[in-house]
């Protein structure tokens, strides 16, 4: 319960008392002799005197026990939940097309070209390989007239001394060949938003665990 003392305390209090007041009055007289009851003459008139209590207000100081209930001063903790605030901060990130791989600062892409070429010892006609074969052999002797002889070679070949040169030719497939072009192209940017949250505690509280703690201080009256 609380406790309650008594203290003193002075105050005014208005007393009122009675004071008495004489004053004088003039009357006229009854005759030129004789004046009213209560008055003498005076002069050409009749004076009285009156007397009359007239009430007085005074302050008068008065001390009396007055209850005081009194208090003390109490400090506790008490618990709030924390507060979640979120930055915000764009980033750019830079990566490469699909089919193409990271080469430094740019981005690599291999595509493959099919050749086509005449084998060696062919000749590119343009509708194809032109290959063109020698073959030598042996001139046949024969006989002529007046018992001489001389070296003849079959149709279509070549006489050169006692050799026979036959040339033909023949067309041949292409060749193809696989040839690997390297190109390189830039990065393709692309921005995204990050937001990263914060926790933070109210203004007069710090961080405990998980939660805020906090003290407050109170004026409660006194128990017993």
């Given at each position: 319960?609380?406790?309650?003392?008594?203290?003193?305390?002075?105050?005014?209090?208005?007393?009122?008392?009675?004071?008495?007041?004489?004053?004088?009055?003039?009357?006229?007289?009854?005759?030129?002799?004789?004046?009213?009851?209560?008055?003498?003459?005076?002069?050409?008139?009749?004076?009285?005197?009156?007397?009359?209590?007239?009430?007085?207000?005074?302050?008068?100081?008065?001390?009396?026990?007055?209850?005081?209930?009194?208090?003390?001063?109490?400090?506790?903790t008490y618990e709030v939940a924390p507060v979640t605030t979120f930055s915000t901060e764009t980033v750019t990130s830079y990566s490469?097309?699909?089919?193409?791989?990271?080469?430094?600062?740019?981005?690599?892409?291999?595509?493959?070209?099919?050749?086509?070429?005449?084998?060696?010892?062919?000749?590119?006609?343009?509708?194809?390989?032109?290959?063109?074969?020698?073959?030598?052999?042996?001139?046949?002797?024969?006989?002529?007239?007046?018992?001489?002889?001389?070296?003849?070679?079959?149709?279509?070949?070549?006489?050169?001394?006692?050799?026979?040169?036959?040339?033909?030719?023949?067309?041949?497939?292409?060749?193809?060949?696989?040839?690997?072009?390297?190109?390189?192209?830039?990065?393709?940017?692309?921005?995204?938003?990050?937001?990263?949250?914060?926790?933070?505690?109210?203004?007069?509280?710090?961080?405990?665990?998980?939660?805020?703690?906090?003290?407050?201080?109170?004026?409660?009256?006194?128990?017993?």
């Amino acid at each position: 319960v609380p406790k309650t003392i008594q203290v003193p305390k002075t105050i005014q209090v208005p007393v009122q008392s009675f004071e008495t007041k004489t004053s004088t009055y003039e009357v006229a007289p009854i005759s030129s002799s004789s004046c009213p009851a209560g008055t003498s003459m005076s002069g050409s008139s009749c004076v009285g005197t009156r007397t009359t209590q007239v009430p007085v207000t005074t302050q008068v100081p008065v001390t009396e026990q007055v209850p005081v209930q009194s208090f003390e001063t109490q400090t506790s903790t008490y618990e709030v939940a924390p507060v979640t605030t979120f930055s915000t901060e764009t980033v750019t990130s830079y990566s490469c097309p699909a089919g193409t791989t990271e080469s430094g600062s740019q981005c690599m892409t291999t595509s493959f070209q099919t050749i086509q070429s005449c084998p060696a010892g062919s000749t590119d006609t343009g509708a194809g390989c032109m290959m063109t074969q020698t073959e030598s052999f042996p001139a046949t002797l024969v006989p002529t007239g007046k018992k001489g002889q001389e070296y003849t070679c079959a149709k279509g070949a070549t006489l050169s001394g006692q050799t026979c040169t036959k040339t033909s030719t023949s067309m041949v497939a292409y060749e193809t060949s696989q040839v690997a072009q390297t190109s390189f192209v830039d990065k393709i940017a692309s921005t995204s938003t990050i937001q990263t949250p914060s926790t933070s505690c109210p203004a007069g509280t710090s961080m405990s665990g998980s939660s805020c703690i906090g003290t407050r201080t109170e004026q409660v009256p006194v128990t017993t």
